[in-house]
Protein backbone atom coordinates (compact mmCIF):
# COMPACT_ATOMS: atom_id res chain seq x y z
CA UNK A 1 0.00 0.00 0.00
CA UNK A 2 1.68 2.70 -1.22
CA UNK A 3 5.43 2.83 -1.64
CA UNK A 4 8.23 5.39 -1.95
CA UNK A 5 11.55 5.84 -2.94
CA UNK A 6 14.10 8.41 -2.89
CA UNK A 7 17.85 8.76 -4.36
CA UNK A 8 20.46 12.19 -3.46
CA UNK A 9 24.19 11.34 -4.91
CA UNK A 10 26.29 11.63 -7.81
CA UNK A 11 24.58 9.36 -9.90
CA UNK A 12 20.71 10.08 -12.12
CA UNK A 13 18.18 9.91 -9.76
CA UNK A 14 15.48 8.54 -12.39
CA UNK A 15 16.99 4.65 -12.88
CA UNK A 16 16.80 3.88 -9.24
CA UNK A 17 13.75 5.58 -8.44
CA UNK A 18 12.01 3.70 -11.53
CA UNK A 19 13.94 0.54 -10.55
CA UNK A 20 12.63 0.83 -6.99
CA UNK A 21 8.79 1.59 -7.92
CA UNK A 22 9.25 -1.20 -9.68
CA UNK A 23 9.74 -3.40 -6.78
CA UNK A 24 7.64 -1.35 -4.81
CA UNK A 25 4.83 -2.85 -7.31
CA UNK A 26 3.88 -5.82 -5.03
CA UNK A 27 2.74 -3.55 -2.50
CA UNK A 28 -0.73 -2.03 -4.59
CA UNK A 29 -1.33 0.95 -5.67
CA UNK A 30 -3.07 2.96 -8.56
CA UNK A 31 -0.75 5.72 -9.55
CA UNK A 32 2.27 6.26 -9.82
CA UNK A 33 5.34 9.18 -9.87
CA UNK A 34 8.73 10.71 -9.43
CA UNK A 35 10.24 14.04 -9.30
CA UNK A 36 13.69 14.85 -9.90
CA UNK A 37 15.32 18.23 -8.76
CA UNK A 38 18.35 19.73 -10.76
CA UNK A 39 19.98 23.89 -9.75
CA UNK A 40 19.27 24.92 -13.37
CA UNK A 41 16.01 23.90 -13.84
CA UNK A 42 14.06 23.10 -10.21
CA UNK A 43 11.60 20.23 -10.32
CA UNK A 44 10.59 18.62 -13.16
CA UNK A 45 7.49 16.29 -12.50
CA UNK A 46 5.70 13.12 -14.28
CA UNK A 47 2.66 11.28 -12.82
CA UNK A 48 0.41 8.78 -14.40
CA UNK A 49 -2.93 7.40 -13.08
CA UNK A 50 -2.11 3.69 -13.82
CA UNK A 51 0.61 1.10 -13.57
CA UNK A 52 4.49 1.86 -13.82
CA UNK A 53 4.74 1.09 -17.23
CA UNK A 54 2.79 3.97 -18.54
CA UNK A 55 5.07 6.07 -15.99
CA UNK A 56 8.28 4.54 -17.86
CA UNK A 57 6.45 5.21 -21.19
CA UNK A 58 5.97 8.99 -20.42
CA UNK A 59 9.78 9.67 -19.07
CA UNK A 60 10.88 8.08 -21.89
CA UNK A 61 9.16 10.78 -23.97
CA UNK A 62 10.27 13.36 -21.55
CA UNK A 63 13.52 12.18 -19.38
CA UNK A 64 14.11 13.21 -16.17
CA UNK A 65 17.75 14.36 -15.33
CA UNK A 66 19.17 14.81 -12.00
CA UNK A 67 21.06 13.79 -9.18
CA UNK A 68 18.37 13.77 -6.59
CA UNK A 69 14.74 12.61 -6.68
CA UNK A 70 11.84 10.76 -4.97
CA UNK A 71 9.30 8.55 -6.42
CA UNK A 72 5.75 7.11 -5.32
CA UNK A 73 3.10 4.56 -5.98
CA UNK A 74 0.03 6.02 -4.60
CA UNK A 75 -3.03 3.46 -3.13
CA UNK A 76 -6.15 5.95 -3.38
CA UNK A 77 -7.69 7.20 -0.36
CA UNK A 78 -8.17 10.66 -0.33
CA UNK A 79 -9.42 10.63 -3.60
CA UNK A 80 -9.41 8.74 -6.58
CA UNK A 81 -6.70 7.42 -8.63
CA UNK A 82 -6.24 10.49 -11.18
CA UNK A 83 -2.55 12.37 -11.97
CA UNK A 84 -3.70 15.27 -9.98
CA UNK A 85 -4.10 13.16 -6.66
CA UNK A 86 -0.67 11.26 -7.60
CA UNK A 87 2.47 12.10 -5.81
CA UNK A 88 5.00 14.10 -5.44
CA UNK A 89 3.16 16.89 -4.20
CA UNK A 90 3.96 20.28 -4.68
CA UNK A 91 4.05 22.81 -1.76
CA UNK A 92 4.35 27.15 -1.67
CA UNK A 93 4.32 27.16 -5.48
CA UNK A 94 6.99 25.01 -6.58
CA UNK A 95 8.97 25.21 -3.38
CA UNK A 96 8.47 21.70 -2.24
CA UNK A 97 8.06 18.47 -3.41
CA UNK A 98 6.93 15.50 -1.95
CA UNK A 99 5.83 12.28 -1.33
CA UNK A 100 3.92 10.84 1.49
CA UNK A 101 2.17 7.43 2.71
CA UNK A 102 -0.07 7.21 5.51
CA UNK A 103 -3.37 9.15 6.45
CA UNK A 104 -3.21 13.10 8.04
CA UNK A 105 -6.57 12.79 9.93
CA UNK A 106 -6.59 16.63 10.83
CA UNK A 107 -5.84 17.33 6.97
CA UNK A 108 -9.07 19.64 6.50
CA UNK A 109 -8.67 22.01 9.15
CA UNK A 110 -5.08 22.40 8.34
CA UNK A 111 -6.07 22.87 4.35
CA UNK A 112 -8.86 25.47 5.67
CA UNK A 113 -6.07 27.50 7.29
CA UNK A 114 -3.78 27.23 4.57
CA UNK A 115 -6.30 28.40 1.79
CA UNK A 116 -7.40 31.36 3.84
CA UNK A 117 -3.65 32.28 3.47
CA UNK A 118 -3.77 31.90 -0.01
CA UNK A 119 -2.29 28.28 -1.06
CA UNK A 120 -4.05 26.91 -3.78
CA UNK A 121 -4.92 23.14 -3.81
CA UNK A 122 -4.51 21.42 -7.08
CA UNK A 123 -5.56 17.65 -5.77
CA UNK A 124 -8.32 15.97 -3.16
CA UNK A 125 -5.31 14.63 -1.09
CA UNK A 126 -4.49 14.86 2.89
CA UNK A 127 -1.12 14.80 0.99
CA UNK A 128 -0.70 17.93 -0.39
CA UNK A 129 -1.31 19.70 2.87
CA UNK A 130 1.80 18.60 4.10
CA UNK A 131 3.85 20.10 1.31
CA UNK A 132 1.90 23.64 1.66
CA UNK A 133 2.19 23.14 5.46
CA UNK A 134 6.07 23.06 5.20
CA UNK A 135 6.27 25.88 2.33
CA UNK A 136 4.53 28.32 4.43
CA UNK A 137 6.77 27.14 7.50
CA UNK A 138 9.95 27.43 6.02
CA UNK A 139 8.51 30.92 4.66
CA UNK A 140 8.03 32.16 8.14
CA UNK A 141 11.38 31.08 9.53
CA UNK A 142 13.67 33.71 9.54
CA UNK A 143 16.41 33.41 7.03
CA UNK A 144 18.26 36.45 7.92
CA UNK A 145 21.00 34.67 10.64
CA UNK A 146 22.11 32.89 8.67
CA UNK A 147 25.86 32.39 7.37
CA UNK A 148 26.58 29.14 5.91
CA UNK A 149 24.79 26.38 4.29
CA UNK A 150 24.95 23.54 7.20
CA UNK A 151 22.76 26.59 9.18
CA UNK A 152 20.66 26.74 6.14
CA UNK A 153 20.31 22.68 5.81
CA UNK A 154 19.43 23.28 9.69
CA UNK A 155 16.31 25.86 8.60
CA UNK A 156 14.63 23.40 6.42
CA UNK A 157 15.00 21.18 9.31
CA UNK A 158 13.67 22.95 11.56
CA UNK A 159 10.86 23.66 8.74
CA UNK A 160 9.91 20.10 8.84
CA UNK A 161 9.86 19.17 12.49
CA UNK A 162 7.44 22.17 12.81
CA UNK A 163 5.24 20.85 10.38
CA UNK A 164 5.49 17.61 11.83
CA UNK A 165 4.62 18.90 15.39
CA UNK A 166 1.35 19.99 13.23
CA UNK A 167 0.31 16.67 11.60
CA UNK A 168 -1.68 14.13 13.47
CA UNK A 169 -2.62 10.77 11.75
CA UNK A 170 0.54 8.63 10.22
CA UNK A 171 3.51 9.40 7.21
CA UNK A 172 6.57 8.72 5.72
CA UNK A 173 7.44 11.48 3.70
CA UNK A 174 10.63 12.08 2.01
CA UNK A 175 10.63 15.95 1.04
CA UNK A 176 13.12 17.83 -1.31
CA UNK A 177 13.27 21.17 -1.66
CA UNK A 178 13.89 23.75 -4.78
CA UNK A 179 16.67 25.79 -3.46
CA UNK A 180 18.73 22.36 -1.98
CA UNK A 181 19.02 20.56 -4.70
CA UNK A 182 21.53 17.93 -2.56
CA UNK A 183 19.33 17.64 0.61
CA UNK A 184 16.57 14.97 0.58
CA UNK A 185 14.61 14.79 4.00
CA UNK A 186 12.69 12.16 5.17
CA UNK A 187 10.38 11.58 8.33
CA UNK A 188 8.60 8.36 9.67
CA UNK A 189 5.07 8.33 11.89
CA UNK A 190 3.80 4.74 11.52
CA UNK A 191 4.82 4.18 7.99
CA UNK A 192 7.64 2.13 7.08
CA UNK A 193 11.04 3.78 5.71
CA UNK A 194 14.38 2.06 4.80
CA UNK A 195 17.61 4.25 4.57
CA UNK A 196 20.11 2.58 2.19
CA UNK A 197 23.49 4.16 2.66
CA UNK A 198 26.02 4.19 -0.34
CA UNK A 199 29.28 5.57 -1.88
CA UNK A 200 28.25 9.08 -2.29
CA UNK A 201 24.62 8.14 -2.40
CA UNK A 202 21.77 7.71 -0.12
CA UNK A 203 18.66 5.86 -1.11
CA UNK A 204 15.55 5.64 0.57
CA UNK A 205 12.16 3.56 0.17
CA UNK A 206 9.46 2.00 2.25
CA UNK A 207 10.96 -1.63 2.12
CA UNK A 208 14.25 -2.95 1.69
CA UNK A 209 13.50 -4.74 -1.50
CA UNK A 210 14.18 -1.58 -3.93
CA UNK A 211 17.54 -1.83 -2.11
CA UNK A 212 19.04 -4.75 -3.11
CA UNK A 213 21.81 -4.71 -5.52
CA UNK A 214 22.47 -1.04 -4.67
CA UNK A 215 24.00 -1.24 -0.79
CA UNK A 216 23.52 -3.54 1.89
CA UNK A 217 24.17 -1.17 4.29
CA UNK A 218 20.68 -0.05 6.17
CA UNK A 219 19.06 2.06 8.58
CA UNK A 220 15.71 1.56 9.45
CA UNK A 221 13.99 4.64 10.50
CA UNK A 222 11.88 4.53 13.66
CA UNK A 223 8.61 6.62 14.52
CA UNK A 224 9.33 10.06 14.99
CA UNK A 225 12.61 9.94 13.63
CA UNK A 226 13.47 12.50 10.68
CA UNK A 227 16.88 12.06 8.74
CA UNK A 228 18.68 14.41 6.71
CA UNK A 229 20.59 13.09 3.68
CA UNK A 230 22.92 14.25 1.44
CA UNK A 231 25.29 12.55 -0.74
CA UNK A 232 28.06 12.11 1.68
CA UNK A 233 26.18 12.07 5.03
CA UNK A 234 23.40 10.93 6.83
CA UNK A 235 22.23 12.31 9.94
CA UNK A 236 19.31 11.39 11.99
CA UNK A 237 17.22 12.89 15.31
CA UNK A 238 14.28 12.01 17.02
CA UNK A 239 11.79 14.84 16.13
CA UNK A 240 11.60 15.94 20.23
CA UNK A 241 15.13 14.83 21.56
CA UNK A 242 17.52 15.71 19.01
CA UNK A 243 20.27 13.83 17.05
CA UNK A 244 20.79 10.14 17.37
CA UNK A 245 22.99 7.95 16.05
CA UNK A 246 22.36 6.07 12.75
CA UNK A 247 22.32 2.47 13.66
CA UNK A 248 24.03 1.05 10.46
CA UNK A 249 22.78 -2.79 9.35
CA UNK A 250 23.36 -5.44 7.19
CA UNK A 251 20.59 -6.49 4.61
CA UNK A 252 20.66 -10.09 4.88
CA UNK A 253 22.11 -12.11 2.07
CA UNK A 254 18.65 -13.90 1.42
CA UNK A 255 16.77 -10.56 1.07
CA UNK A 256 17.71 -10.90 -2.93
CA UNK A 257 15.71 -9.52 -5.67
CA UNK A 258 12.19 -11.56 -6.46
CA UNK A 259 12.00 -13.04 -9.79
CA UNK A 260 9.87 -15.00 -11.13
CA UNK A 261 12.17 -17.08 -12.28
CA UNK A 262 10.41 -19.15 -15.02
CA UNK A 263 6.69 -19.11 -13.16
CA UNK A 264 3.92 -17.08 -14.70
CA UNK A 265 2.75 -15.15 -11.54
CA UNK A 266 4.71 -14.59 -8.33
CA UNK A 267 1.67 -16.41 -6.49
CA UNK A 268 2.12 -19.55 -8.15
CA UNK A 269 5.97 -19.45 -7.99
CA UNK A 270 5.20 -18.28 -4.01
CA UNK A 271 2.97 -21.81 -3.93
CA UNK A 272 5.36 -23.98 -5.08
CA UNK A 273 7.82 -22.41 -2.87
CA UNK A 274 5.95 -24.00 -0.12
CA UNK A 275 8.20 -26.89 0.73
CA UNK A 276 11.26 -24.90 1.45
CA UNK A 277 9.53 -22.41 3.25
CA UNK A 278 8.00 -24.74 5.51
CA UNK A 279 11.33 -26.00 5.96
CA UNK A 280 12.70 -22.84 6.84
CA UNK A 281 9.98 -22.01 8.94
CA UNK A 282 10.91 -25.45 10.82
CA UNK A 283 14.69 -25.06 10.63
CA UNK A 284 16.59 -25.46 13.88
CA UNK A 285 12.89 -25.05 16.29
CA UNK A 286 12.48 -28.64 16.92
CA UNK A 287 14.03 -30.27 19.74
CA UNK A 288 14.27 -34.05 19.23
CA UNK A 289 15.61 -34.88 22.59
CA UNK A 290 13.36 -33.17 24.65
CA UNK A 291 10.10 -33.39 22.08
CA UNK A 292 9.47 -30.33 22.16
CA UNK A 293 10.26 -26.48 19.99
CA UNK A 294 12.43 -23.77 21.06
CA UNK A 295 12.81 -20.08 19.77
CA UNK A 296 14.90 -18.11 19.98
CA UNK A 297 13.06 -14.23 20.56
CA UNK A 298 10.20 -14.87 22.65
CA UNK A 299 12.34 -12.89 25.44
CA UNK A 300 9.95 -14.76 28.40
CA UNK A 301 12.09 -17.63 30.24
CA UNK A 302 9.99 -21.28 30.53
CA UNK A 303 8.72 -19.79 34.14
CA UNK A 304 7.72 -16.99 32.90
CA UNK A 305 5.43 -18.64 29.60
CA UNK A 306 4.71 -21.47 32.16
CA UNK A 307 2.37 -18.85 33.97
CA UNK A 308 0.52 -17.73 31.06
CA UNK A 309 -2.97 -18.09 31.41
CA UNK A 310 -4.44 -17.59 28.29
CA UNK A 311 -3.68 -16.33 24.90
CA UNK A 312 -4.75 -13.91 22.47
CA UNK A 313 -3.62 -14.32 18.51
CA UNK A 314 -4.85 -11.52 16.26
CA UNK A 315 -4.24 -10.60 13.11
CA UNK A 316 -6.05 -9.34 9.74
CA UNK A 317 -7.18 -11.72 7.14
CA UNK A 318 -5.27 -14.23 5.64
CA UNK A 319 -3.19 -13.68 9.20
CA UNK A 320 -6.44 -14.03 11.23
CA UNK A 321 -7.35 -17.24 9.41
CA UNK A 322 -3.78 -18.46 10.86
CA UNK A 323 -4.85 -17.38 14.14
CA UNK A 324 -8.23 -19.57 14.19
CA UNK A 325 -6.34 -22.40 13.32
CA UNK A 326 -3.68 -21.51 16.39
CA UNK A 327 -6.41 -21.58 18.73
CA UNK A 328 -6.99 -25.47 17.52
CA UNK A 329 -4.02 -26.19 18.19
CA UNK A 330 -3.23 -24.88 21.04
CA UNK A 331 -6.26 -25.28 22.64
CA UNK A 332 -5.64 -28.95 21.66
CA UNK A 333 -2.28 -29.87 22.52
CA UNK A 334 -1.68 -27.16 25.41
CA UNK A 335 -5.02 -27.20 27.12
CA UNK A 336 -4.47 -23.14 26.78
CA UNK A 337 -7.62 -21.28 26.82
CA UNK A 338 -6.97 -18.83 22.95
CA UNK A 339 -9.21 -15.92 21.72
CA UNK A 340 -8.81 -14.58 17.82
CA UNK A 341 -9.21 -11.47 18.21
CA UNK A 342 -9.53 -8.99 14.27
CA UNK A 343 -7.02 -6.23 15.14
CA UNK A 344 -9.34 -3.83 13.89
CA UNK A 345 -11.72 -4.66 16.72
CA UNK A 346 -9.11 -5.08 19.31
CA UNK A 347 -7.59 -2.15 19.01
CA UNK A 348 -10.91 -0.09 19.84
CA UNK A 349 -12.57 -2.99 21.43
CA UNK A 350 -11.38 -2.53 25.29
CA UNK A 351 -11.91 -6.78 26.42
CA UNK A 352 -10.97 -6.79 29.98
CA UNK A 353 -7.28 -9.29 29.65
CA UNK A 354 -5.40 -10.20 32.75
CA UNK A 355 -2.13 -9.62 33.82
CA UNK A 356 -1.00 -13.33 32.44
CA UNK A 357 -2.52 -12.98 28.98
CA UNK A 358 0.59 -13.22 25.53
CA UNK A 359 -0.73 -11.15 22.65
CA UNK A 360 0.44 -12.75 19.50
CA UNK A 361 0.55 -10.67 16.24
CA UNK A 362 -0.07 -12.43 13.32
CA UNK A 363 1.33 -10.65 9.59
CA UNK A 364 3.47 -11.23 7.17
CA UNK A 365 4.50 -7.92 6.32
CA UNK A 366 5.11 -6.51 9.71
CA UNK A 367 3.45 -3.29 8.57
CA UNK A 368 -0.59 -3.64 8.98
CA UNK A 369 -1.60 -0.87 10.50
CA UNK A 370 -4.50 -2.06 13.02
CA UNK A 371 -2.27 -5.34 13.89
CA UNK A 372 0.69 -2.68 14.95
CA UNK A 373 -2.02 -0.63 16.40
CA UNK A 374 -3.43 -3.48 18.29
CA UNK A 375 -0.12 -4.77 19.97
CA UNK A 376 0.98 -1.19 20.71
CA UNK A 377 -2.63 -1.02 23.01
CA UNK A 378 -1.71 -4.39 24.74
CA UNK A 379 1.85 -3.40 25.62
CA UNK A 380 0.74 0.30 26.64
CA UNK A 381 -1.46 -2.00 29.22
CA UNK A 382 1.46 -3.36 29.92
CA UNK A 383 1.44 -7.12 28.07
CA UNK A 384 3.96 -8.91 26.54
CA UNK A 385 3.81 -8.82 23.08
CA UNK A 386 5.28 -11.26 20.41
CA UNK A 387 5.04 -11.26 16.21
CA UNK A 388 4.58 -13.90 14.17
CA UNK A 389 6.15 -12.05 11.28
CA UNK A 390 8.03 -12.94 7.96
CA UNK A 391 8.94 -9.30 7.49
CA UNK A 392 12.37 -8.75 9.29
CA UNK A 393 12.92 -5.48 11.02
CA UNK A 394 9.25 -4.29 9.98
CA UNK A 395 7.41 -1.86 12.18
CA UNK A 396 5.56 -4.70 14.16
CA UNK A 397 8.45 -7.14 14.30
CA UNK A 398 10.33 -3.84 15.79
CA UNK A 399 7.62 -2.69 18.42
CA UNK A 400 6.85 -6.20 19.83
CA UNK A 401 8.81 -7.60 22.94
CA UNK A 402 9.76 -10.61 21.22
CA UNK A 403 8.77 -13.00 18.56
CA UNK A 404 9.27 -15.42 15.93
CA UNK A 405 9.83 -15.25 12.39
CA UNK A 406 8.32 -16.93 9.58
CA UNK A 407 11.38 -16.89 7.29
CA UNK A 408 9.34 -17.90 4.25
CA UNK A 409 11.31 -15.33 2.35
CA UNK A 410 9.65 -12.29 0.38
CA UNK A 411 6.01 -12.81 -0.52
CA UNK A 412 5.37 -10.31 -3.38
CA UNK A 413 1.74 -11.58 -4.66
CA UNK A 414 -0.80 -9.91 -2.71
CA UNK A 415 -2.78 -13.50 -2.09
CA UNK A 416 -0.99 -14.55 0.91
CA UNK A 417 0.31 -18.23 0.20
CA UNK A 418 3.69 -19.45 1.94
CA UNK A 419 2.84 -16.68 4.20
CA UNK A 420 0.05 -18.54 5.41
CA UNK A 421 1.47 -22.06 5.87
CA UNK A 422 4.53 -20.83 7.46
CA UNK A 423 2.46 -19.05 9.82
CA UNK A 424 0.32 -22.37 10.67
CA UNK A 425 3.62 -24.46 11.05
CA UNK A 426 4.90 -21.64 13.84
CA UNK A 427 1.45 -22.10 15.69
CA UNK A 428 2.24 -25.80 15.04
CA UNK A 429 5.40 -25.37 16.74
CA UNK A 430 3.78 -23.06 19.30
CA UNK A 431 1.27 -25.69 20.56
CA UNK A 432 3.90 -27.85 20.99
CA UNK A 433 6.00 -25.90 22.75
CA UNK A 434 3.24 -24.41 25.09
CA UNK A 435 1.59 -28.41 25.32
CA UNK A 436 5.28 -29.48 26.27
CA UNK A 437 5.51 -26.83 29.12
CA UNK A 438 1.88 -28.02 30.51
CA UNK A 439 -0.04 -31.80 29.44
CA UNK A 440 1.41 -32.80 26.13
CA UNK A 441 3.59 -36.20 27.06
CA UNK A 442 6.72 -37.08 25.54
CA UNK A 443 5.35 -39.44 23.32
CA UNK A 444 3.07 -37.15 22.11
CA UNK A 445 5.36 -34.68 20.93
CA UNK A 446 7.87 -36.80 19.36
CA UNK A 447 5.17 -38.17 17.46
CA UNK A 448 4.09 -34.46 16.24
CA UNK A 449 8.21 -34.03 15.29
CA UNK A 450 7.93 -36.33 13.20
CA UNK A 451 5.02 -35.25 11.46
CA UNK A 452 6.23 -31.64 11.64
CA UNK A 453 9.63 -33.06 9.90
CA UNK A 454 7.56 -35.07 7.28
CA UNK A 455 5.53 -31.90 6.30
CA UNK A 456 8.09 -30.32 3.53
CA UNK A 457 7.77 -33.97 1.65
CA UNK A 458 4.15 -34.14 2.20
CA UNK A 459 3.66 -30.46 0.53
CA UNK A 460 5.58 -31.93 -2.38
CA UNK A 461 3.69 -34.48 -2.96
CA UNK A 462 0.16 -32.11 -2.49
CA UNK A 463 1.56 -30.12 -5.18
CA UNK A 464 0.83 -33.19 -7.66
CA UNK A 465 -2.56 -32.22 -7.79
CA UNK A 466 -1.89 -29.03 -9.58
CA UNK A 467 -3.74 -31.26 -12.70
CA UNK A 468 -6.51 -32.17 -11.13
CA UNK A 469 -7.06 -28.58 -9.85
CA UNK A 470 -6.37 -27.44 -13.23
CA UNK A 471 -9.41 -29.57 -15.01
CA UNK A 472 -12.11 -28.37 -12.22
CA UNK A 473 -10.78 -24.42 -12.30
CA UNK A 474 -11.73 -25.15 -15.85
CA UNK A 475 -15.33 -26.27 -15.26
CA UNK A 476 -16.10 -23.75 -12.33
CA UNK A 477 -14.43 -20.59 -13.61
CA UNK A 478 -17.18 -18.86 -14.51
CA UNK A 479 -19.48 -19.47 -11.28
CA UNK A 480 -20.40 -16.71 -9.69
CA UNK A 481 -20.89 -17.64 -6.38
CA UNK A 482 -18.64 -20.92 -4.31
CA UNK A 483 -19.28 -22.40 -0.83
CA UNK A 484 -16.47 -23.68 1.15
CA UNK A 485 -16.78 -26.15 3.67
CA UNK A 486 -15.36 -27.68 6.17
CA UNK A 487 -15.21 -28.79 9.96
CA UNK A 488 -12.39 -28.96 12.70
CA UNK A 489 -8.96 -27.64 11.45
CA UNK A 490 -10.24 -27.35 8.32
CA UNK A 491 -13.88 -25.02 8.69
CA UNK A 492 -10.47 -21.66 9.14
CA UNK A 493 -8.92 -23.74 5.69
CA UNK A 494 -12.67 -23.06 4.29
CA UNK A 495 -12.67 -19.76 5.11
CA UNK A 496 -8.71 -19.15 3.96
CA UNK A 497 -10.23 -20.71 0.55
CA UNK A 498 -12.73 -18.42 0.42
CA UNK A 499 -10.69 -15.51 0.55
CA UNK A 500 -8.10 -15.97 -1.71
CA UNK A 501 -11.07 -17.27 -4.79
CA UNK A 502 -12.65 -14.05 -3.45
CA UNK A 503 -9.65 -11.54 -3.70
CA UNK A 504 -7.78 -12.76 -7.18
CA UNK A 505 -10.48 -14.11 -9.47
CA UNK A 506 -13.33 -11.90 -8.12
CA UNK A 507 -15.86 -14.45 -7.89
CA UNK A 508 -18.02 -14.07 -4.71
CA UNK A 509 -17.47 -16.87 -2.12
CA UNK A 510 -18.03 -17.59 1.45
CA UNK A 511 -16.24 -20.35 3.63
CA UNK A 512 -18.60 -21.82 6.29
CA UNK A 513 -17.94 -24.79 9.16
CA UNK A 514 -19.83 -27.53 6.85
CA UNK A 515 -22.46 -28.14 9.60
CA UNK A 516 -23.64 -24.32 9.60
CA UNK A 517 -25.48 -25.03 5.90
CA UNK A 518 -28.53 -26.26 7.43
CA UNK A 519 -29.03 -22.76 9.77
CA UNK A 520 -28.99 -20.38 6.55
CA UNK A 521 -26.70 -20.83 3.54
CA UNK A 522 -27.97 -24.15 2.49
CA UNK A 523 -30.38 -21.94 0.90
CA UNK A 524 -27.95 -20.75 -1.86
CA UNK A 525 -27.22 -24.11 -2.97
CA UNK A 526 -28.59 -24.23 -6.50
CA UNK A 527 -27.06 -25.86 -9.78
CA UNK A 528 -24.79 -23.24 -10.38
CA UNK A 529 -23.27 -22.88 -7.28
CA UNK A 530 -20.43 -24.98 -6.69
CA UNK A 531 -19.72 -26.27 -2.82
CA UNK A 532 -15.98 -27.11 -2.08
CA UNK A 533 -15.73 -29.67 0.69
CA UNK A 534 -12.81 -31.27 2.67
CA UNK A 535 -13.15 -33.95 3.63
CA UNK A 536 -10.35 -35.96 4.36
CA UNK A 537 -10.01 -39.53 6.83
CA UNK A 538 -9.77 -38.21 10.48
CA UNK A 539 -12.03 -37.06 13.41
CA UNK A 540 -15.29 -35.31 11.40
CA UNK A 541 -15.38 -37.75 8.25
CA UNK A 542 -18.28 -39.21 8.63
CA UNK A 543 -20.11 -35.65 9.71
CA UNK A 544 -18.40 -33.64 6.62
CA UNK A 545 -20.09 -36.60 4.40
CA UNK A 546 -23.44 -36.08 6.14
CA UNK A 547 -23.24 -32.36 4.91
CA UNK A 548 -21.74 -33.24 1.92
CA UNK A 549 -24.71 -35.29 1.19
CA UNK A 550 -27.43 -32.93 2.13
CA UNK A 551 -26.01 -30.05 0.17
CA UNK A 552 -25.85 -32.64 -3.10
CA UNK A 553 -29.96 -33.54 -1.96
CA UNK A 554 -30.22 -30.23 -2.97
CA UNK A 555 -28.81 -30.43 -6.48
CA UNK A 556 -25.67 -28.12 -5.75
CA UNK A 557 -22.25 -29.32 -7.56
CA UNK A 558 -19.72 -30.67 -5.16
CA UNK A 559 -16.24 -30.56 -5.79
CA UNK A 560 -14.18 -32.46 -2.90
CA UNK A 561 -10.77 -32.41 -1.70
CA UNK A 562 -10.21 -36.36 -0.15
CA UNK A 563 -7.06 -38.16 0.72
CA UNK A 564 -7.26 -41.53 -0.22
CA UNK A 565 -9.29 -43.28 -3.23
CA UNK A 566 -12.37 -42.98 -1.02
CA UNK A 567 -15.19 -44.53 -3.38
CA UNK A 568 -18.18 -43.10 -1.13
CA UNK A 569 -16.78 -39.51 -1.32
CA UNK A 570 -16.09 -40.13 -4.94
CA UNK A 571 -19.63 -41.67 -5.90
CA UNK A 572 -21.24 -38.38 -4.62
CA UNK A 573 -18.95 -35.40 -6.28
CA UNK A 574 -19.23 -34.07 -9.03
CA UNK A 575 -15.39 -33.40 -8.85
CA UNK A 576 -12.37 -34.72 -6.64
CA UNK A 577 -8.68 -33.60 -5.92
CA UNK A 578 -7.06 -35.67 -3.90
CA UNK A 579 -4.14 -34.74 -1.36
CA UNK A 580 -1.68 -36.58 0.57
CA UNK A 581 -2.91 -37.80 4.03
CA UNK A 582 -2.36 -35.83 6.81
CA UNK A 583 -2.89 -35.93 10.72
CA UNK A 584 -5.73 -33.61 11.90
CA UNK A 585 -3.77 -30.77 12.68
CA UNK A 586 -1.61 -30.64 9.65
CA UNK A 587 -4.64 -30.48 7.24
CA UNK A 588 -4.86 -26.71 7.38
CA UNK A 589 -1.71 -26.46 5.36
CA UNK A 590 -2.08 -29.19 3.28
CA UNK A 591 -5.20 -28.40 1.97
CA UNK A 592 -4.07 -24.95 1.56
CA UNK A 593 -2.50 -26.08 -1.30
CA UNK A 594 -5.60 -27.43 -3.81
CA UNK A 595 -7.73 -24.32 -2.00
CA UNK A 596 -4.60 -21.95 -3.46
CA UNK A 597 -4.36 -23.35 -6.76
CA UNK A 598 -7.82 -23.28 -7.27
CA UNK A 599 -7.92 -19.84 -7.15
CA UNK A 600 -5.00 -18.78 -8.76
CA UNK A 601 -6.21 -21.29 -12.15
CA UNK A 602 -9.27 -19.80 -11.80
CA UNK A 603 -8.29 -16.06 -11.63
CA UNK A 604 -6.30 -16.78 -14.74
CA UNK A 605 -8.86 -18.17 -16.79
CA UNK A 606 -10.99 -15.11 -15.65
CA UNK A 607 -8.18 -12.84 -17.08
CA UNK A 608 -7.24 -10.96 -13.74
CA UNK A 609 -4.14 -9.71 -12.89
CA UNK A 610 -2.67 -12.17 -9.84
CA UNK A 611 -0.31 -10.74 -8.47
CA UNK A 612 -1.89 -7.34 -8.36
CA UNK A 613 -5.62 -7.57 -7.93
CA UNK A 614 -7.53 -5.18 -7.79
CA UNK A 615 -8.24 -2.60 -5.21
CA UNK A 616 -6.02 -4.65 -3.06
CA UNK A 617 -2.67 -4.05 -1.62
CA UNK A 618 0.18 -6.06 0.10
CA UNK A 619 0.74 -4.11 2.91
CA UNK A 620 -1.86 -2.55 4.77
CA UNK A 621 -0.85 0.72 6.53
CA UNK A 622 -3.88 2.55 6.87
CA UNK A 623 -7.29 1.33 8.89
O1 LIG B 1 0.78 -8.57 6.26
P1 LIG B 1 -0.38 -9.10 7.06
O2 LIG B 1 -0.30 -10.56 7.25
O3 LIG B 1 -0.54 -8.37 8.36
O4 LIG B 1 -1.65 -8.77 6.18
C1 LIG B 1 -2.94 -9.03 6.64
C2 LIG B 1 -3.92 -9.04 5.50
O5 LIG B 1 -3.97 -7.79 4.89
C3 LIG B 1 -3.56 -10.10 4.45
O6 LIG B 1 -3.46 -11.36 4.99
C4 LIG B 1 -4.60 -10.11 3.31
O7 LIG B 1 -5.81 -10.61 3.79
C5 LIG B 1 -4.06 -10.94 2.14
N1 LIG B 1 -4.21 -10.22 0.92
C6 LIG B 1 -4.71 -12.24 2.00
O8 LIG B 1 -4.26 -12.97 0.92
Known sequence: MCGIVGYVGNNDACPFLVSGLRRLEYRGYDSAGIATLTAADGFRLTRVAGRIDLLEKSIARKPMFGTIGIGHTRWATHGPATEENAHPHMGGNGLVSLVHNGVIENYESLKQSLISRGYLFKSATDSEVVAHLIADTLKHLPASSIANNSESIDRYV?????????????YGLAILFRDQPDLLIVARCGSPLVIGVGKSEQFVA???????????????????????????????????????????????????????????????????????S???????????????????????????LRSVKRIILTGCGTSWHAGLVGEYLIEEL??????????????????????????????????TADTLAALREMKRKGHHTLAICNVVGSSIAQVADGGI??????????????????????????ALYFGRLRFLSYEAGQRIIRQLEQLPETIEKTLECHGQVREVAAKYASASNFL??????????????ALKLKEISYIHAEGYPAAEMKHGPIALVDENTPSLFMVPQGAVYDKVLSNLQEVKARGGPVIAIVDQQDSHVMSLADDVITVPQAEDFLQPIVNAIPLQLLAYEIACIRGCDVDKPRNLAKSVTVE
Open 158 to 170: EAVRQSLDQLRGT
Open 484 to 497: YLGRYYNFPAALEG
Open 405 to 430: YLHAGPEIGVASTKAFTSQLVVLSML
Open 206 to 276: SDTSPLVGYTDRIVYLADHQIAVLRPDSIQVQHRDHGKIRPDVQTLAAQETEASLEGFEHFMLKEIYEQPQ
Open 278 to 304: IRNALRGRLDRDNATAKFGGLNLTPQQ
Open 334 to 367: ARLPVEVEYASELRYRNPPVDTDTLIFGITQSGE
